[in-house]
């Protein structure tokens, strides 16, 4: 499995560029000087997520400093794949224990009107959600439709041997 989840790391960066910058960005839900805020906070949230916020989808946010590199090439292609991701549930329990919406959520929370995107940590302490990640945006470079791939996640992680998926809605 980790040779597969490798291979498919390997593939994504060579197919990053052409995710190009298909961010699906969300209006603040606060004062929209709150929403410019500095790039480079930190917050900690009562489940005990770090997220960061950073001016684009091309920063990474600091909590990836010390990781693997897989790992930061899976948060990079999470931030330009947030149009696919949004649409993928998240078989890790995080719908409960963190109030996530999709997979994208176990990467980051948003992406502001400015471009800034707030990162939360919670995918680096998770194989799972880093799984769904890779193998969705390898179907849809594979030219998977949005509903091919969400069957696919589903039949895969939907067997009963993973947590409650997030109350995430179908693709239309």
């Known amino acids: 499995m980790k040779k597969k989840l490798l291979a498919g790391l390997a593939a994504l960066t ?10 699906t960005e969300k ?26 916020i950073t001016a684009s989808a091309d920063i990474l946010p600091s909590f990836l400093d010390d990781k693997p590199e897989d790992m930061r090439m899976v948060y990079q292609v999470a931030g330009k794949a947030t149009d696919v991701l949004e649409y993928m549930p998240c078989y890790c329990g995080c719908g409960d224990s963190a109030g996530h919406k999709s997979n994208m959520n176990c990467f980051l929370d948003e992406v502001r009107e400015d471009g800034s995107v707030v990162w939360d940590d919670h995918g680096t302490r998770c194989l799972v959600c880093l799984e769904i990640a890779v193998k969705s945006v390898q179907m849809q470079q594979d030219g998977k439709s949005m509903q091919e791939i969400r069957d696919v996640i589903d039949a895969e992680y939907g067997n009963g041997d993973y947590a409650k998926p997030t109350n995430t809605p179908m693709p239309a």
Do not use: F, M, Y
């Open 27 to 52: 209006p603040a839900e606060s004062d929209p000087q709150d929403a410019r805020a500095e790039a480079g906070h930190v917050e900690q949230l009562a489940n005990g997520d770090l997220q960061e």
């Open 14 to 23: 060579l197919a990053l560029a052409a995710c190009g910058n298909g961010a």
